[in-house]
């Protein structure tokens, strides 16, 4: 199992800092989303990654989150970094459409195809993998890690029916998103009710889910232990 570390922060030797700090820890790598509330355009986008991959020996993960930052990391950027660095070693495409990610499976693994994509959306698993892509990197698995390695299997071993029905599963699942916003909260709980942790406590602002939100909770929480 391969560990990765966030090191994502607005300035630049912040998150070479952190980088350093994950390596030195033997971290596989770190995933660092680039800066927010200004708008970066695909040069600014260029520097800041480029500034971090030249002073840290750390495997990147680029962190395309546009709903977070307000614009997309293009295909064309991905390649310049990934030709140039050869520690920028994959992206997580958190967006709900997966046209862009296709694109950077398009753009990307075909020149360079050591260079790993994966959906940030649950829901994205299937695709991107029939896309050529490596996966996903979601939410869900942190609650039912068997149900994915279970949905991984089912397509490497080529079985598109047993996929087709875990495909059907994760998009009821999605449903766990909108029990609270924001979703952090939820997960907590989940992971409470599995005995995964002691406590759903979250920091503030933060506040825990009500008694109807955690009965809805469970519910869904029973749906995904439940046989396909």
Not at 39 to 61: C, M, Q, V, W
Not at 136 to 151: R, Y
Not at 193 to 204: E, P, Q, R
Request: charged residues 15%.
């Amino acid at each position: 199992m391969r560990v990765y570390a966030g090191a994502s922060r607005l300035d630049v030797e912040e998150s070479i800092e952190l980088a350093n700090y994950a390596y030195e820890k033997g971290i596989d790598g770190v995933m660092i989303i680039s800066p927010y509330y200004f708008p970066l355009d695909d040069e600014g986008i260029f520097r800041f990654y480029s500034a971090i991959a030249a002073k840290t020996s750390a495997n990147i993960f680029i962190y395309n989150f546009p709903e977070r930052t307000g614009y997309s990391v293009s295909p064309d950027v991905c390649l310049r970094l990934a030709d140039k660095y050869p520690n920028i070693i994959g992206l997580k495409d958190t967006i709900p459409d997966t046209t862009h990610t296709a694109q950077v499976i398009e753009t990307v693994k075909s020149r360079l195809p050591h260079f790993e994509v994966y959906a940030g959306y649950d829901n994205n698993f299937a695709h991107v993998l029939l896309s050529g892509g490596n996966g996903c990197i979601g939410g869900l698995s942190n609650i039912v890690p068997q149900f994915f390695a279970s949905w991984m299997q089912a397509f490497t071993q080529g079985d598109l029916a047993l996929v087709a029905k875990h495909q059907q599963r994760v998009d009821q699942l999605m449903a766990i998103y909108g029990v609270n916003a924001p979703f952090i909260p939820t997960f907590k709980k989940a992971l409470q009710l599995k005995g995964v942790v002691n406590s759903d406590y979250c920091t503030a602002p933060f506040i825990g889910l009500n008694n109807i939100q955690i009965e809805q909770l469970q519910q869904l929480l029973t749906l995904a232990d439940s046989p396909l």
